[in-house]
């Protein structure tokens, strides 16, 4: 591959690892470019709690001279990425966005964070995150387009990064939809892998039983490069699919440019020879009160029992959480779970019948930061639980999920859909994604 006046290398990831190994950029050169869009951007964006400039030219140069010594190199030798600050990173503090752990400053990886530098990665900083990841927005964060908006969250700093062009490569978590909430309002793209493809050792928790960590960047592609080499799998054949499903339910909820969007992608789908048919997903309405019950029961049980002392340095919202939990019944607990098992039943059943499921990622188009209220369907409802309405559900489920911007759609930032597979269908939604993107 030849460089050319676009430099390509600067916005994809693929572009970048062909760049490296065709020595037509060294990796100081790539690293040294990025290191200076956060120094010039980051100061007003703040979607990085720190940068890792040192140790991020150190690991270049290293790289630069394996590549002289004509060494074999690793999958993803060179690509500048961030990780979000609730990731163990060796020798930075990791707060996950809690001032009581500030001090936290783990002496090695967690194994998200050592799999990419294995993988060759070079980190050039830590994401902000909303504070110990309850919560949908990212305040600290400025979106790169436009500041009244949100960047999402919990992993807004991640996306943020990816659209400000500080890297190429980032990483999320996410519990009820967040790697996939931000990427829908940042116009990047993010994937949920199936519950427990990726280690969450090394990780401050939120809820056990729904977090999930998984790849964000700028391009379908982008994120199938990363999932690949997190996974130490090579491309995996997959066959064309022939039939998606959709729940009309699930897209009338949404605004007008949303509703475009899903449009011209079954259309699109639809050209490719895939067929489009409807399919009944849980009702939203239950969803979410599902979600919300379980949420605040276990995220209370595991962060009143493990820092008894500190719960006043959470968030107000967490605090919110924990006094409703203490309100709830173990009977009702219980009939909760009952009710997430039914529906993971339902979710299996659809995929018994489709390839996989296309849905919007969020129902409000460009969300504002400042928004206490989301007004869906003329409803007003509670930020949080309107945001994570649609991307909530495959949490509980455990189905693999990537979000994705429809390019050619009337808005970028309000485009963004999320294609849902089997577990262990990630390469399966992958390639439907692509499908849709294009």
Same mark, same amino acid.
């Given at each position: ?187 990047? +793209?993010? %994937? ?6 990726? @280690? #969450?050792? *090394?990780?401050?928790? =939120? &809820? ?70 409807? +399919?009944? %997903? ?6 979410? @009160? #599902?979600? *919300?019950?379980?949420? =605040? &029961? ?141």
């Amino acid at each position: 591959m030849s460089a050319d006046t676009k430099q390509p290398f600067d916005t994809s990831a693929m572009a970048a690892l062909a760049a490296i190994r065709g020595r037509d950029i060294s990796a100081q050169e790539l690293i040294s470019r990025f290191l200076a869009r956060i120094e010039h951007d980051n100061g007003h964006l703040h979607a990085l709690r720190h940068g890792l400039s040192e140790q991020a030219m150190q690991d270049a140069a290293a790289l630069d001279m394996s590549i002289r010594a004509g060494e074999n190199l690793p999958v993803l030798a060179g690509l500048p990425v961030v990780v979000k600050e609730n990731c163990d990173t060796a020798g930075v503090s990791c707060s996950a966005g809690l001032a009581f752990r500030t001090t936290h400053v783990p002496a090695g990886d967690s194994w998200i964070t050592a799999r990419l530098r294995a993988a060759g990665a070079i980190i050039v900083g830590l994401s902000v995150s909303d504070p110990g990841a309850f919560g949908t927005r990212t305040a600290e964060v400025t979106h790169p387009a436009d500041p009244d908006l949100t960047v999402g969250g919990s992993s807004g700093g991640s996306g943020a990064a990816l659209a400000a062009g500080f890297c190429l490569g980032a990483i999320g978590t996410d519990t009820g939809g967040s790697i996939r909430i931000p990427s829908a309002c940042c116009g990047t +793209v993010g %994937l949920k892998p199936s519950f427990g493809a990726l @280690s #969450m050792e *090394g990780i401050f928790p =939120l &809820v056990k039983s729904l977090d999930h960590v998984g790849p964000m960047a700028r391009s379908v592609d982008d994120v199938a490069v990363l999932w690949r080499a997190l996974t130490l799998a090579p491309p995996v054949p997959v066959s064309k699919p022939r039939r998606v499903g959709y729940d009309p339910a699930w897209i009338e909820c949404a605004d007008a440019p949303i509703r475009d969007a899903m449009r011209l992608a079954l259309e699109r789908l639809v050209e490719n020879n895939v067929q489009a048919v409807e +399919v009944k %997903l849980p009702a939203l309405d239950d969803v979410v @009160s #599902m979600h *919300g019950r379980i949420f =605040l &029961v276990e995220a209370a049980a595991y962060h009143c029992a493990q820092h008894p002392t500190d719960i006043d340095a959470y968030p107000a919202l967490a605090r919110d959480w924990f006094a409703a939990a203490r309100e709830m019944s173990v009977g009702a607990y219980v009939d909760v779970c009952v009710e997430r098992a039914a529906m993971t039943r339902a979710v299996d059943s659809v995929l018994q019948n489709v390839d996989a499921i296309l849905a919007p990622t969020l129902c409000v188009a460009r969300p504002e930061k400042a928004a206490e209220l989301l007004a869906i369907t003329g409803v007003q409802q509670d930020f949080t639980m309107g945001m994570v309405r649609l991307t909530c559900l495959f949490n509980h489920t455990g189905h693999p999920a990537v979000s994705l911007p429809v390019h050619g759609a009337s808005d970028p930032l309000a485009s963004s859909l999320q294609v849902i597979g089997p577990k262990g269908g990630e390469e399966r939604v992958l390639g439907m994604a692509r499908m849709v993107s294009v």
